[in-house]
Nanobody, 125 residues
Framework: QVQLVESGGGSVQAGGSLRLSCAVS????????MGWFRQAAGKEREGVAA???????RYADSVKGRFTISRDNAKNTLALEMGSLKPEDTAMYYC???????????????????WGQGTRVAVSS
């Protein structure tokens, strides 16, 4: 069973930065596609960024150039560096793990069977 625990959320003013982290249980972490998702109040969950086992990445258009996803296979951690934050980035952010390498729709929640509990990010104007 894969376990994921997010941390690093908080409140920040627009234009600020935050770094989210996700600790992953070690079982076959390095061979899994990993992603970050978010869900704002009253909205559906959406894919933010994903990273494959070889370091390839994909981003939602809304965060390109502002967010960076990374993974440390030695430490079994996933990170999301968020910069130039906007009020519309306010949401619960979730870490997710796939069974194997990335395939199909990298930013679709249907691709990910394992989820963390989430960490809240609030951006004020």
């Amino acid at each position: 069973q894969v376990q994921l625990v997010e941390s690093g959320g908080g409140s920040v003013q627009a234009g600020g930065s935050l770094r989210l982290s996700c600790a992953v249980s070690p079982f076959t972490y390095s061979s899994r596609c990993m992603g970050w998702f978010r869900q704002a109040a009253g909205k559906e969950r959406e894919g933010v960024a994903a990273i494959d086992t070889d370091g390839s990445t994909r981003y939602a258009d809304s965060v390109k150039g502002r967010f960076t996803i990374s993974r440390d296979n030695a430490k079994n951690t996933l990170a999301l560096e968020m910069g130039s934050l906007k009020p519309e980035d306010t949401a619960m952010y979730y870490c997710a793990a796939d069974l194997l390498r990335c395939s199909g729709a990298w930013l679709s929640e249907r691709e990910y069977p394992f989820w963390g509990q989430g960490t809240r990010v609030a951006v004020s104007s």
